[in-house]
């Protein structure tokens, strides 16, 4: 590697992690005070170095293809900052209009992302939130995953702009060259960005620049609700991590945020997921056949609780691991991570050196809690399936979808689709082809889980009634 490209490699190493951490005596904070200290954190507090600036994100709309670019053009500022938000699934931060972290700023800079912290000077730095702050039916819920985030897309624009405008790069712009974010939007790449940014670390969390990248398995995840995080016992999609401050900060694990940096944030992270264990679920905002619904809680018990657990005043959630062979959904997720990863987070800082219990060799993918979960779609934790109804139908799910931006299906119970059966050959420009899911690519397969075919019409719509009162 020449100078050059190993800086580029090294940079890129570092943007893209899942760290795993914990610090002396920690115990979870539930109260009030921390759960909203940890909100407060998440909005203002730039843990990264910035991403891009307000003139930056000003002049994005310049390099977009038509017909974008045109209407764009035409539009007046406060227009074409909502199409700017709307073009890479940025949420905005509804509570902050009119006040908050843009309180320095004029109102032509409102709203505020909500994945994003704004500086007094307009610098723009990602938060956990630009992945785990979503809408659904056009209503924003912070903790909901971001199923409009186009990652990949908002990068490679940010640099081509900086470029133009003879700024420096950033580690996002950086890191993408080397790790891709995100195929299709709504989902990223985020594992690997763990993996990459975690191959940097000795166990200690000092920096090891010379190791250089594992082999690395891209594929594409969708982030889980985090209301959820409170009923499980440890983390992810194989829940091999236990739930403790120390993992959530593997997303900061640049190399200039050393051990020192690491542990004065601890706290703010311990607080964070006090935030995030304080979440509730939101409700179904629409009509439910309360009738069929109390029939499909039978179909449920019987057929679905051995795995997803009970709901409502009595009931109880016991976190399993479903073998891999047993759900069939797509493995590429689970083959990801080697034991060898595993065992680097279980020997490290991470785990406060084992103290924290960490699955070296889980079998397959979490059955997770389905609390809130007619607001969550896609689903599975590759997010390859867009309604409930396609969840409760193997057979019929789409080759290839495309979801409307605000558009909610009462009776799929899920996103508004379109469906096909390829990406239209006209789809040639890449940022489009990325609006679309193709079931059809590594990591995508809307296979499996095939347990609902056991059940007919009558009972499959008596349980999408039961699901929306979850
Ligand atoms: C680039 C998108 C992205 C960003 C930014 C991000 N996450 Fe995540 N997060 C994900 C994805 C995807 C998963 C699922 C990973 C898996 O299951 O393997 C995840 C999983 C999690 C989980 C586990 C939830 C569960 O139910 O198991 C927690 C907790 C979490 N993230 C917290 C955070 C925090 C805190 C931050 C900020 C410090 C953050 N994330 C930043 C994408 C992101
Ligand atoms: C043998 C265990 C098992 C049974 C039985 C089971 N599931 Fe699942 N379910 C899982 C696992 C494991 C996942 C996660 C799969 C993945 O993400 O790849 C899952 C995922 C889901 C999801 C998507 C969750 C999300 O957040 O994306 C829904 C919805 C769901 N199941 C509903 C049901 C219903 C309804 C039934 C009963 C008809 C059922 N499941 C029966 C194990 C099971």
Same mark, same amino acid.
């Given at each position: 590697?020449?100078?050059?490209?190993?800086?580029? *490699? =090294?940079?890129?190493?570092?943007?893209?992690?899942?760290?795993?951490?914990?610090?002396?005596?920690?115990?979870?904070?539930?109260?009030?005070?921390?759960?909203?200290?940890?909100?407060?954190?998440?909005?203002?507090?730039? &843990?990264?170095?910035? @991403? &891009?600036?307000?003139?930056?994100?000003? %002049?994005?709309?310049?390099?977009?293809?038509?017909?974008?670019?045109?209407?764009?053009?035409?539009?007046?500022?406060?227009?074409?900052?909502?199409?700017?938000?709307?073009?890479?699934?940025?949420?905005?931060?509804?509570?902050?209009?009119?006040?908050?972290?843009?309180?320095?700023?004029?109102?032509?800079?409102?709203?505020?992302?909500?994945?994003?912290?704004?500086?007094?000077?307009?610098?723009?730095?990602?938060?956990?939130?630009?992945?785990?702050?979503?809408?659904?039916?056009?209503?924003?819920?912070?903790?909901?995953?971001?199923? *409009?985030?186009?990652?990949?897309?908002?990068?490679?624009?940010?640099?081509?702009?900086?470029?133009?405008?003879?700024?420096?790069?950033?580690?996002?712009?950086?890191?993408?060259?080397?790790?891709?974010?995100? %195929?299709?939007?709504?989902?990223?790449?985020?594992?690997?960005?763990?993996?990459? /940014?975690?191959?940097? =670390?000795?166990?200690?969390? %000092?920096?090891?620049?010379?190791?250089?990248?594992?082999?690395? /398995? *891209?594929?594409?995840?969708?982030?889980?609700?985090?209301?959820?995080?409170?009923?499980?016992?440890?983390?992810?999609? @194989?829940?091999?991590?236990?739930?403790?401050?120390?993992?959530?900060?593997?997303?900061?694990?640049?190399?200039?945020?050393?051990?020192?940096?690491? +542990?004065?944030?601890?706290?703010?992270?311990?607080?964070? /997921?006090?935030?995030?264990?304080?979440?509730?679920?939101?409700?179904?905002?629409?009509?439910?056949?309360? +009738?069929?619904?109390?029939?499909?809680?039978?179909?449920?018990?019987?057929?679905?609780?051995?795995?997803?657990?009970?709901?409502?005043?009595?009931?109880?959630?016991?976190?399993?691991?479903?073998?891999?062979?047993?759900?069939?959904?797509?493995?590429?997720?689970?083959?990801?991570?080697?034991?060898?990863? =595993?065992?680097?987070?279980?020997?490290?800082?991470?785990?406060?050196?084992?103290? @924290?219990?960490?699955?070296?060799?889980?079998?397959?993918?979490?059955?997770?809690?389905?609390?809130?979960?007619?607001? %969550?779609?896609?689903?599975?934790?590759?997010?390859?399936?867009?309604?409930?109804?396609?969840?409760?139908?193997?057979?019929? =799910?789409?080759?290839?979808?495309?979801?409307?931006?605000?558009?909610?299906?009462?009776?799929?119970?899920?996103?508004?689709?379109?469906?096909?059966?390829?990406?239209?050959?006209?789809?040639?420009?890449?940022?489009?082809?990325?609006?679309?899911?193709?079931?059809?690519?590594?990591?995508?397969?809307?296979?499996? *889980?095939?347990?609902?075919?056991?059940?007919?019409? @009558?009972?499959?719509?008596?349980?999408?009634?039961?699901?929306?009162?979850?």
């Amino acid at each position: 590697m020449n100078v050059a490209s190993r800086w580029i *490699h =090294r940079w890129s190493v570092v943007m893209l992690c899942l760290a795993v951490m914990t610090i002396g005596a920690y115990a979870p904070a539930e109260d009030q005070t921390a759960s909203a200290g940890g909100y407060e954190a998440l909005r203002t507090h730039p &843990f990264l170095p910035p @991403d &891009f600036d307000e003139e930056v994100f000003a %002049s994005l709309w310049t390099v977009w293809p038509e017909p974008e670019r045109s209407a764009a053009e035409k539009a007046d500022n406060a227009t074409r900052r909502q199409l700017t938000f709307s073009y890479y699934g940025l949420i905005p931060d509804t509570a902050a209009v009119g006040s908050n972290t843009l309180g320095l700023h004029a109102e032509a800079l409102k709203p505020s992302p909500l994945g994003y912290v704004v500086d007094a000077r307009g610098q723009w730095t990602m938060n956990c939130l630009a992945c785990h702050g979503g809408k659904v039916a056009g209503q924003v819920i912070p903790g909901l995953p971001n199923s *409009h985030i186009a990652l990949q897309t908002l990068t490679e624009d940010v640099r081509t702009v900086k470029l133009q405008q003879g700024k420096m790069l950033s580690h996002l712009d950086l890191g993408s060259l080397k790790v891709p974010l995100g %195929s299709s939007n709504g989902t990223t790449n985020a594992v690997i960005f763990g993996v990459a /940014l975690g191959s940097l =670390r000795n166990p200690d969390m %000092s920096l090891n620049l010379t190791r250089g990248l594992p082999p690395l /398995l *891209h594929h594409d995840v969708d982030a889980p609700p985090f209301w959820n995080v409170r009923k499980k016992k440890s983390l992810y999609a @194989d829940g091999h991590s236990p739930k403790t401050p120390r993992p959530l900060m593997q997303f900061i694990l640049l190399p200039q945020v050393n051990l020192a940096k690491l +542990t004065e944030w601890e706290p703010q992270f311990a607080d964070i /997921l006090a935030w995030i264990e304080s979440l509730e679920p939101p409700k179904y905002p629409f009509e439910i056949d309360l +009738t069929l619904a109390a029939r499909g809680e039978r179909v449920f018990i019987d057929n679905c609780a051995r795995c997803h657990g009970t709901y409502g005043a009595d009931g109880e959630y016991e976190q399993k691991t479903i073998e891999l062979d047993e759900v069939g959904t797509d493995p590429l997720r689970f083959r990801s991570l080697t034991r060898e990863q =595993r065992q680097g987070v279980k020997d490290s800082w991470l785990s406060r050196f084992g103290v @924290d219990l960490v699955e070296v060799d889980p079998i397959g993918y979490v059955a997770p809690p389905l609390d809130g979960i007619w607001a %969550s779609a896609p689903y599975f934790h590759n997010g390859s399936v867009p309604t409930l109804w396609h969840v409760l139908h193997p057979e019929t =799910r789409p080759i290839v979808w495309k979801r409307t931006e605000d558009g909610y299906d009462r009776e799929q119970v899920g996103l508004e689709i379109e469906t096909f059966d390829e990406v239209p050959s006209s789809v040639k420009n890449a940022v489009h082809r990325r609006r679309y899911f193709n079931t059809q690519l590594p990591g995508k397969s809307a296979a499996g *889980h095939t347990f609902p075919s056991v059940l007919n019409e @009558d009972e499959k719509g008596e349980l999408l009634q039961y699901l929306k009162t979850l």
